[in-house]
């Protein structure tokens, strides 16, 4: 099975031993093991599959590539190689960059060479994809590949149902979604660290994962990026979701308009039919006259939200509203309990 993804670019070209590091979903360079990425790219370029020990790093080569001159990418062939404990599998590109997966021990690189070879060559020759121009870019590419890859993995090679490799109550996988500046980054931070603070605000330009463990299993919420420009990265981030978390900002409803068309975009995608959804009302602290106790204004401005958003519309699927405040904590057990709630009705 595919544990880690990672990509390699030279720095710059004067000094050839210093590259950056981009992996997903977790560091490659581990304490232990600092000289890692001379090993791969000494062993990428003798094709080896043992350690290989102390030579300098040579330059990436230009050999076995597979692409004409047409294509902006040129792809060369995977090299297996064993470092350690990791079973890595790279391929070259444009004689400049790396790009490798990290299997576990017992995988076979090899069945993965047709897929891998396929899917660079799609994302980068045929769609275009990634320029490796910013990071933002860069790691969207990754975790893109790294899920596609990932999925043939499972479905394909080990043919096991996706519900069986990923039970429910034992990993969540949380889609949390909502146009900008709703609170959606506030929320995971809030139930990561508990903090929160007014001042506190820094537009997501990239994914934020983070897990969570709780007594009910463990959540890895996926908070998306809400700002216009990174909407469209939202269908890559929503894929194997167990539970859909929508985000409105209720004290701002100049924006409900917006926010409506960005809900009903999504959540009529097909592949998400089934899956349950949680809605939350956000900053209801700013409400007028909010008060914890007094349930009738908020049934009030419950319905005109589910008015205006039409969400009887969701017709068979599960879901729930529920209102939040990140600030003051209002509802956020709450909340969490749903998630759950949601997935184990879904699941019986
Ligand atoms: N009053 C109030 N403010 C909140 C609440 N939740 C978040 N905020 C504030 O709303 C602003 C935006 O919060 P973020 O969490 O960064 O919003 P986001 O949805 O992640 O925005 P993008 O990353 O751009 O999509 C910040 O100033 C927060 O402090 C809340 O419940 N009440
Ligand atoms: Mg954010």
Request: charged fraction near 30%; proline fraction near 3%; hydrophobic fraction near 35%.
């Amino acid at each position: 099975m595919l544990s880690k993804i990672f990509l390699l670019k030279r720095k710059n070209s004067h000094d050839l031993n210093r590259f950056d590091i981009y992996s997903y979903p977790e560091d490659i360079v581990g304490k232990g093991n600092k000289d890692i990425v001379s090993k791969i790219i000494y062993g990428h370029d003798h094709g080896s599959l043992i350690e290989p020990c102390g030579e300098s790093i040579n330059k990436l080569d230009r050999f076995n590539v597979i692409n004409n001159s047409s294509n902006p990418f040129e792809i060369s062939s995977p090299i297996p190689q064993i470092i350690g404990d990791q079973n890595i599998y790279t391929i070259c590109i444009n004689s400049e960059m790396l790009i490798g997966l990290v299997f576990e021990k017992e995988d076979n690189p090899f069945d993965y060479k047709e897929i891998f070879e396929d899917l660079l060559n799609e994302l980068l020759n045929t769609e275009k994809s990634c320029s490796f121009d910013d990071e933002m870019e860069i790691e969207n590419f990754l975790i893109t590949l790294f899920i596609d890859i990932k999925r043939y993995g499972d479905e394909i090679l080990e043919k096991v149902s996706e519900t069986s490799f990923r039970p429910a109550g034992l990993f969540t996988k949380v889609f949390l979604f909502g146009i900008d500046e709703v609170g959606k980054s506030s929320l995971t931070r809030r139930l990561k660290t508990g903090q929160f603070n007014d001042n506190f605000f820094t537009p997501s330009k990239r994914f934020n994962i983070e897990y969570i463990q709780r007594e009910d299993g463990l959540l890895s919420i996926w908070d998306m990026p809400g700002q216009a420009l990174f909407r469209k990265k939202w269908l890559i981030g929503l894929q194997e979701s167990n539970v859909i978390v929508y985000m409105i900002d209720i004290a701002n409803q100049l924006r409900f308009e917006e926010s409506k068309k960005e809900f009903w975009d999504i959540i009529t995608r097909n592949g998400i039919k089934d899956t349950p959804l949680l809605i939350l009302g956000n900053k209801v602290d700013l409400i007028n006259n909010f008060n914890h106790d007094k349930k009738e204004p908020l049934e009030r401005t419950e319905k005109e939200i589910t008015e205006f958003f039409e969400f009887d519309k969701l017709a068979n699927r599960k879901w729930e509203f529920l209102f939040s405040s990140v600030k003051t904590s209002y509802n956020l057990e709450k909340l969490i309990n749903s998630i759950f709630a949601l997935i184990n009705l879904n699941n019986n």
